[in-house]
């Protein structure tokens, strides 16, 4: 059974660090990787999709990273700024579910970015 | 509008009474979702519509029915719920096209069972 962790449940930082969010995962066999950005109280966001045969992807600020062989991804953000505070949910498309689209989420990390 | 919609954003409702929850999405997809967010505890897949046909039910509770009459449209009838099924209620819609496939989020029902 696909299972999703990130690691560290919740970060505070000053504003202007770089950072790194991590997520595992415990089953490779995975169609994409998917991380999401969901404010207090609204829906998700969808940041990056990294297909399994990719290494990374970038968006601005954004670089996400992808090992599939060890389960794990990382979401790097840099010069974070008070805006980039939220939670960020890392999720996996199990292969074979290519006709539901079902996606396993992760508990998430809550970031604080402080002025 | 645009985007993924519901309807209503708050919800107080008695273990018996009996309510539903609206999604719209307004993106053209072909395939919709339900998923429920507790406190402390991933995302979890509920329901999925794949053109208007249920293709996953994730082993949920029967007082939870959901119903999709087209594919811009879901609802999620809740009756006789139990205080544990307070939650965030979020829907999501998707346009199936392989590994890059998205899928976007309304801003979810918050519900309150007392």
């Known amino acids: 059974k696909q299972e999703v962790t990130q690691i560290p449940a919740a970060l505070s930082v000053p504003e202007g660090e770089n950072l790194v969010l991590n997520c595992s995962f415990t089953?490779?066999?995975?169609?994409?990787l998917q991380w999401f950005r969901q404010d207090p109280g609204k829906g998700l966001t969808s940041l990056l999709l990294?297909?399994?045969?990719?290494r990374e992807q970038t968006s601005g600020r954004l670089n996400a990273s992808l090992d599939k062989s060890s389960g794990r991804s990382t979401l790097y953000i840099a010069a974070s700024q008070p805006g980039d505070s939220a939670t960020y949910l890392c999720?996996?498309?199990?292969?074979?579910?290519?006709?539901?689209?079902?996606?396993?989420f992760g508990q998430g990390t809550t970031l604080q970015v402080k002025p | 509008e645009t985007g993924v919609t519901q309807t209503p954003r708050h919800l107080v409702m008695g273990m018996t009474n009996k309510k539903s929850l609206k999604c719209e999405q307004h993106?053209?997809?072909?395939?919709m979702y339900w998923y429920k967010q507790s406190a402390k505890k991933p995302l979890e897949l509920m329901f999925v519509?794949?053109?208007?046909?249920?293709?996953e039910n994730n082993s949920v509770p029967s007082r939870f029915s959901p119903e999709c009459p087209n594919s811009s449209h879901l609802f999620l009838h809740l009756h006789t719920l139990q205080p544990e099924d307070s939650a965030l209620y979020l829907c999501?819609?998707?346009?199936?096209?392989?590994?890059?496939?998205?899928?976007?989020f309304g801003p979810g029902t918050r519900l309150l069972v007392l």
């Open positions: 519509y794949n053109f208007k046909e249920q293709t």
């Open positions: 990294i297909q399994s045969s990719q």
């Open positions: 999501a819609s998707s346009q199936a096209s392989g590994p890059q496939e998205t899928q976007y």
């Open positions: 999720a996996v498309r199990p292969r074979g579910s290519s006709n539901t689209g079902k996606l396993i």
């Open positions: 089953d490779s066999a995975i169609y994409n």
């Open positions: 993106l053209g997809h072909n395939a």
